[in-house]
C-alpha cells in the first residue's frame, strides 16, 4: 500500500492518484513559506520520495528500498538553504536541489504511477 506522511507515526494510505494528489493538496493549505514541511511518499516496496511543500519552489529526495543510492533533484546553484519540518524534526535542505512547485507535484505523480524517477527532474546522488 502506498502512504503519505508528513508528521510522526502518522502515514496516510492513499489507494489512487487523485487521493495522492488531495491528500498533497490539503497538506499544501496547512504549510506556507513561513513553515514549510517534508512529505513522504513511501512506495509499497519501500522507495521514499519526499517532496517539500510550502514554498514556490519544492525540493524532492529519492531514497531506495535499500538505502543507497539516494539521489535529489536539482535546481538552480546557490549557498542558501531551505528549513523545512518533517515529523517532529527540523531538517535543512540545500535550496540548489529545488524546483519548480509544479514540476515537482507532476514527478511525485510519476513515481506513484510508475514507481520510477520522472526524466522531466535532473537527478544527483546524495
Given at each position: 500500500?502506498?502512504?503519505?506522511?508528513?508528521?510522526?507515526?502518522?502515514?496516510?494510505?492513499?489507494?489512487?492518484?487523485e487521493e495522492l494528489n488531495r491528500m498533497l493538496d490539503e497538506v499544501a493549505t496547512d504549510y506556507d513559506e513561513t513553515n514549510p514541511v517534508l512529505v513522504q511518499v513511501r512506495s509499497p516496496t519501500g522507495e521514499v520520495l519526499m517532496i517539500g511543500i510550502g514554498c514556490q519552489l519544492s525540493v524532492l529526495d529519492y531514497i531506495p528500498a535499500g538505502g543507497w543510492p539516494a539521489q535529489h533533484s536539482v535546481g538552480d546553484p546557490t549557498e542558501d538553504t531551505i528549513?523545512?519540518?518533517?515529523?517532529?524534526?527540523?531538517?535543512v535542505m540545500p535550496?540548489?536541489?529545488?524546483?519548480p512547485h509544479?514540476?515537482?507535484r507532476?514527478?511525485?505523480?510519476?513515481?506513484y504511477r510508475t514507481g520510477r524517477l520522472?526524466?522531466?527532474v535532473i537527478w544527483e546522488n546524495d
Open positions: 500500500m502506498w502512504t503519505v506522511q508528513w508528521k510522526d507515526n502518522e502515514p496516510h494510505e492513499v489507494s489512487n492518484v528549513p523545512y519540518r518533517m515529523g517532529s524534526y527540523d531538517s535550496k540548489a536541489y529545488a524546483i509544479k514540476l515537482a507532476e514527478a511525485v505523480e510519476y513515481f520522472s526524466d522531466s
